[in-house]
């Protein structure tokens, strides 16, 4: 029972880098989330995705990218990495029926120097 | 979706019980309360949920206040490994509202 993982745990880039953090979960649900955890805001949202090919924005959006061409795996990309943008991401899964929770990966801990 | 208010931190013996208190005084008819936590350096782990009763499992049991407006939850016998920040979320079911929301929680220190 693999779950949910992500790869890479760490990365370390540089400004203006694009860089693509994976998610791939084994459960086929249909929801799947990423957020990024900083100290002083807890976990925020930066996208999420209802089924393949149906994406939305959540609260920081702003500087990524997010596919889900297959069910099973949702990649995040920064497209041009800036400093800000330091942090722990964590992706997420759950099924579609109502009141159901949300599993999470380990994270990728991501430095952009 | 509602606000939640946890203590910050909160110590417990090892072995007793830690009740861990939530208020959430403007939750609405169909939303539930979800409990995560977070050990240091890994992903926040689901413990429980519920709408209206209280409910229990393997791992913890969460009390839900007749008019809902706060929840407890109950580590039976708390151990070392334990020692996590939990979050106490409200949100509704399905569509934008599957987003949960997390607070600052409370961390929990078990003490031998």
């Known amino acids: 029972d693999a779950g949910i993982t992500q790869s890479p745990r760490y990365k370390i880039t540089e400004t203006g880098r694009q860089v693509t953090l994976m998610c791939h979960q084994t459960?086929?649900?249909?929801?799947m989330f990423w957020y990024r955890q900083d100290l002083g805001h807890g976990l925020r949202l930066i996208y999420y995705?209802?089924?393949?090919?149906?994406?939305d924005k959540g609260e920081v959006p702003d500087g990524y990218v997010v596919s889900r061409s297959k069910t099973e795996n949702f990649p995040l990309t920064l497209e041009s990495a800036t400093r800000s943008q330091t942090s722990v991401y964590f992706c997420?899964?759950?099924?579609?029926?109502?009141?159901?929770?949300?599993?999470f990966g380990d994270g990728t801990r991501l430095s952009i120097l | 979706d509602a606000k939640t208010t946890q203590p910050p931190s909160m110590d417990c013996a090892e072995g007793r019980a830690a009740n861990l208190p939530c208020n959430h005084s403007t939750i609405s008819g169909n939303e539930y309360v979800y409990w995560y936590r977070q050990i240091h350096s890994q992903g926040p782990q689901y413990i429980i949920h519920?709408?209206?009763n209280n409910e229990t499992n393997e791992m913890a049991s969460l009390i839900i206040t007749e008019d809902r407006k706060s929840s407890t939850l109950i580590l039976p016998h708390a151990t070392l490994r334990d020692t996590a920040v939990y979050y106490c979320i409200v949100r509704g079911k399905g569509g934008a509202t599957n987003k949960l929301i997390f607070g600052t929680g409370t961390l929990l220190a078990v003490q031998p």
């Open positions: 995705s209802a089924a393949a090919d149906i994406t």
């Open positions: 519920g709408l209206k």
């Open positions: 997420a899964s759950s099924e579609s029926t109502g009141g159901q929770p949300q599993h």
């Open positions: 459960w086929s649900h249909s929801y």
